[in-house]
């Protein structure tokens, strides 16, 4: 999934719904939303909903009924760990000028205190960089 638009402007209230729809299994109706975190009325649950369907960040799943009513549910348009990368890349990206992706990923390596773990991640970046490297030369013929 391609990443349209950074998401600078949301508030507290859209991470709560986001974080409720991405810890569901299921797709949730706004009276669902509402009914799952105490503080929600349903007219701020709907007016969220709008702004989060508009800027692609949830999506319809389906029509259901909802006792004898139809009502549409809802489901994230991207994983949580899509959306945090989304968010993180937006903003390296104003410092583009100023850091170099490998400064940048050494500073990332320098914070796992786990010596297995910062192997684990050095294993897998190379693996990575193999797939761009190739990617390249492949684009290049």
């Known amino acids: 999934m391609k990443i349209k638009r950074p998401y600078a402007k949301l508030t507290n209230r ?3 719904i986001l974080n409720i729809l991405w810890d569901s299994p299921k797709s949730l109706t706004a009276q669902e939303i509402t009914n799952s975190q105490e503080g929600l009325t349903i ?3 709907q007016a969220e909903l709008r702004k989060l369907l508009k800027l692609e960040l ?6 259901v009924y909802s006792g004898t ?3 549409r549910s809802y489901r994230p348009a ?7 990368i989304s968010q993180f890349t937006s903003e390296i990206k104003e410092f583009a000028g100023d850091i170099s992706a490998s400064a940048f990923v050494a500073a990332l390596l320098d914070t796992e205190p786990d010596k297995e773990n910062r192997a684990r991640e050095i294993e897998e970046l190379e693996h990575l960089l193999e797939d761009y490297k190739k990617n390249l030369s492949d684009e290049t013929k």
């Open 78 to 84: 991207m994983t949580a760990q899509e959306f945090t």
């Open 69 to 71: 009513v139809l009502c």
């Open 43 to 45: 007219n701020t649950v």
């Open 14 to 16: 859209d991470l709560d």
């Open 58 to 63: 949830i999506a319809v799943a389906d029509i």
